[in-house]
């Protein structure tokens, strides 16, 4: 059974930097996508970062870039998300996600962790 769980979600003030992290449990392939996503009230849930397991390739929302890391401990499976200079629009509960591809000109998974809260104020 595979399972995600995300950790590290806070309240936090614009500029500040904040790291989220998710340990991935059962998933058998070595080799994949994974990241994270996130979704504000109101809105679709969007993919923000990506990264190839193993090889340690990345991808980034335009609304990120510069500004979020996506990492990998592969020992310890575990992803990270190093999130600097955080907005109000960043604002959003942010889930960890395995065995994510790409369709119709976005980010999908089959793996979901529970999501962790992330509220940027002001």
């Known amino acids: 059974q595979v399972q995600l769980a995300e950790s590290g979600g806070d309240s936090v003030q614009t500029g500040w930097s904040l790291r989220l992290a998710c340990v991935v449990s059962?998933?058998?392939?070595?080799?994949?996508?994974a990241g994270w996503f996130r979704q504000a009230p109101g809105k679709e849930r969007e993919g923000v970062a990506m990264?190839?397991?193993?090889?340690?390739?990345?991808d980034y929302a335009d609304a990120v870039k510069g500004r979020f890391t996506v990492s990998q401990d592969y020992e310890k499976r575990t992803l990270y998300l190093q999130m600097s200079r955080l907005k109000t629009e960043d604002t959003a509960v942010y889930y960890c996600?395995?065995?994510?591809?790409?369709?119709?000109?976005?980010?999908?998974?089959?793996?979901w962790g529970q999501g962790t809260q992330v509220t940027v104020s002001s």
């Open positions: 996600a395995a065995a994510c591809y790409e369709s119709g000109g976005g980010y999908h998974s089959d793996y």
């Open positions: 990264i190839y397991i193993g090889l340690g390739e990345t």
């Open positions: 059962g998933y058998r392939l070595s080799r994949y996508w």
